[in-house]
């Protein structure tokens, strides 16, 4: 797992709280972290209730709103941005096996200044900020897991500033492909452009 933190319909998402339906993904990617026990696993996967669909530019969340909960993408994309009056900055991007959230939304319960919007069909499995936050004081294995997740939110954090203070087009490309090989198989080139803070034109003279 990985955590990653305008124009479109104004259709709600879809969300389904039967939880017969969790996908085995879930539990398969939690039995690949080494420290989990199977108490642990049985814990954590019913808490993720919500299964959410959307379809193709449909959001997950919008700026305005406060985000409630943690996602797991389980199929789809989506792009996190920014909007400006004349512009759309793309910030961050969430497919398959990758957690996605409105962080500051989420951490300080206030409203978002992002949106999250799905870039085709997706589907997601979320988790409420109470119920994560409750386990991880019942299961320290929860906490770390959810404090590992930060570490390497921060230091992709870190990574995209050093990304956006390289003057040459082609060394920003390339460590974006470094880190994220397959991103160009599930992101439009003119979302990556604008995350690269380059225009489509540019990028689409890079070989890639």
Not at 72 to 91: F, H, K, M, N, Q
Not at 138 to 146: L, V
């Amino acid at each position: 797992m990985r955590l990653l933190s305008s124009g479109g319909k104004e259709v709600p998402p879809v969300i389904h709280t039967d939880t017969r339906n969790t996908p085995h993904m879930l539990q398969a990617l939690l039995q690949q972290i080494p420290y989990f026990n199977p108490e642990d696993i049985a814990a954590f996967v019913p808490l993720w209730k919500k299964q959410v669909q959307l379809s193709r530019y449909d959001f997950l969340i919008r700026q305005g709103q406060v985000e409630q909960g943690l996602y797991l993408v389980t199929s789809g994309a989506l792009r996190i941005y920014y909007p400006l009056p004349d512009e759309e900055i793309c910030v961050g991007f969430a497919y398959p096996n990758t957690l996605v959230v409105s962080f500051p939304s989420f951490v300080e319960g206030k409203p978002s200044a992002y949106c999250i919007q799905a870039l085709k069909k997706s589907e997601l499995l979320g988790i409420s900020k109470a119920d994560l936050m409750q386990l991880m004081e019942a299961r320290p294995n929860i906490k770390r897991f959810w404090y590992e997740e930060l570490e390497k939110a921060l230091v992709g954090k870190i990574e995209r500033e050093v990304d956006l203070l390289l003057p040459e087009p082609e060394q920003r490309l390339q460590r974006v492909l470094q880190r994220s090989p397959h991103l160009f198989q599930h992101i439009p080139k003119k979302y990556i452009a604008s995350y690269l803070r380059m225009s489509p034109e540019t990028l689409s003279r890079l070989k890639v």
